[in-house]
């Protein structure tokens, strides 16, 4: 039964690419849709091969200082793939077909804030060098028993920090220093135009996929991943009502796009904390995230003066840093055993809570600078690339 379990859980994370392609077609003009949706959907052939080759090994094989993992078992070699994986009743091949979807799935989060402004090849190649020096390195300290972060007891249960908070900040990045001025301005006129089918329907296969998503990350058919499944129902919910409402208070209007992107919040939200909180708590969690993201993507993205046109960060950022933090205040026992420390509000103390929020800063702080550093060298490479060509190109005409 867990291995069905499991099965159903690949499947169900896989429709998520797909899905986040489909939600953000909505958002932009009809003839950006189809380049949009190849390269989300490119990554199922890009960060699939890239995982088999030297994605999982980096993220869960060996250790190297708490950070990485080593390429001792490069295109998995010498892993055996029938065996079970460690304290579960599954095989290592389903659990690196789970983790494989995940991989596949960050980038087609942050892949809408550029889809339609950098090249195929631009996007193909920064997602490589991001796997390789940011993905891996952030699932293993967070995920691997020999990362760092781990060690140290942060909670992360289906990914709010290794892939919300990741995508959001790296989304940050992408939109801010890796488009032209002159794109930018073009992209938040684009904004208005959208297809409200697209997003509603991008909405419903991501939520069914979160199914996967949250409760798949138990890893069996258990108590903590039938809670999941529940708290992966209620917290989007409370967050759908909660942005309604302010849009409501705030514009006198209700938008699809507003609902939806609630929505979205509240999965954002939970997931950090979704097989460790208390029904109640995961409503608490929904209106929060809900709350948190909209002053931001309706305030302080224009106060601070920040390029978010899809408001990936407003959405996965600030959620996923409002859900990690919430961890640290309702992971409670009572409902996860393998939580060491109770969160502040269910009497545990400040020691969770200060777990997570080092986990927030390290990780923004380490997927912005790395990110920063990324875009910064493929913006000389392809400069100079352009420059190459442009000389090429003149010298051909002048004979």
């Known amino acids: 039964m867990d291995s069905a379990f499991m099965i159903l859980s690949v499947l169900l994370v896989w429709v998520m690419t797909p899905g986040i392609a489909v939600f953000y077609g909505g958002f932009i003009p009809q003839k950006d849709t189809t380049k949009m949706l190849l390269e989300i959907?490119?990554?199922?052939?890009?960060?699939?091969?890239?995982?088999?080759?030297?994605g999982y090994p980096l993220s869960f094989e060996g250790n190297e200082f708490g950070i990485i993992g080593d390429l001792k078992h490069i295109f998995l070699s010498g892993i055996n793939l029938t065996a079970l994986y460690p304290k579960t009743n599954i095989s290592n091949t389903i659990f690196i077909l789970f983790q494989m979807m995940f991989a596949i799935l960050t980038p087609g989060l942050f892949l809408g804030s550029i889809a339609t402004k950098k090249s195929t090849k631009y996007i193909v190649l920064f997602v490589a060098i991001w796997s390789v020096?940011?993905?891996?390195?952030?699932?293993?300290?967070?995920?691997?028993?020999?990362?760092?972060?781990?060690?140290?007891?942060?909670?992360?249960?289906?990914?709010?920090?290794?892939?919300h908070i990741d995508a959001g900040v790296t989304a940050l990045i992408l939109s801010n220093f890796a488009i032209s001025k002159h794109a930018k301005d073009a992209k938040a006129k684009e904004n208005a135009h959208g297809n409200a089918f697209f997003v509603l329907l991008g909405t419903v296969l991501l939520w069914i996929g979160w199914y996967g998503f949250n409760?798949?990350?138990?890893?069996?058919?258990?108590?903590?991943?039938?809670?999941?499944?529940?708290?992966?129902?209620?917290?989007?919910?409370?967050?759908?009502?909660?942005?309604?409402?302010?849009e409501d208070y705030y514009k006198k209007s209700i938008s699809m796009n507003g609902v939806c992107t609630g929505v979205i919040c509240g999965l954002v939200?939970?997931?950090?904390?979704?097989?460790?909180?208390?029904?109640?708590?995961?409503l608490i969690i929904g209106v929060i995230s809900a709350a948190g993201s909209y002053y931001f993507i309706n305030i302080l993205k224009?106060?601070?003066?920040?390029?978010?046109?899809?408001?990936?960060?407003?959405?996965?950022?600030?959620?996923?840093?409002?859900?990690?933090?919430?961890?640290?205040?309702?992971?409670?026992?009572?409902?996860n055993p393998n939580v060491?420390?109770?969160?502040?509000?269910?009497?545990?103390?400040?020691?969770?809570?200060?777990?997570?929020?080092?986990?927030?800063?390290?990780?923004?702080?380490?997927?912005?600078?790395?990110?920063?550093?990324?875009?910064?060298?493929?913006?000389r490479v392809f400069k100079e690339s352009s420059d190459s060509v442009h000389r090429k190109t003149t010298a051909a005409q002048h004979i």
């Open 133 to 163: 020096l940011v993905y891996y390195p952030l699932v293993h300290m967070v995920w691997s028993s020999t990362g760092f972060l781990a060690k140290l007891g942060v909670l992360d249960f289906a990914g709010g920090t290794v892939i």
């Open 340 to 379: 060491i420390n109770n969160g502040l509000l269910q009497g545990g103390g400040f020691k969770q809570f200060g777990l997570q929020l080092f986990a927030v800063v390290f990780a923004f702080t380490f997927v912005f600078v790395m990110n920063f550093i990324i875009v910064k060298v493929l913006k």
């Open 269 to 282: 939200g939970i997931t950090s904390a979704t097989g460790f909180v208390t029904l109640p708590a995961s």
């Open 41 to 54: 959907f490119l990554m199922f052939g890009v960060v699939g091969l890239l995982w088999f080759v030297v």
């Open 215 to 246: 409760a798949g990350s138990a890893l069996a058919l258990s108590a903590q991943g039938l809670e999941a499944f529940f708290t992966t129902t209620m917290a989007p919910i409370a967050a759908m009502i909660t942005y309604a409402l302010l």
């Open 302 to 335: 224009y106060k601070w003066h920040i390029n978010d046109c899809m408001d990936i960060m407003g959405s996965h950022g600030i959620s996923g840093i409002i859900g990690s933090l919430a961890t640290g205040l309702f992971a409670t026992k009572g409902i």
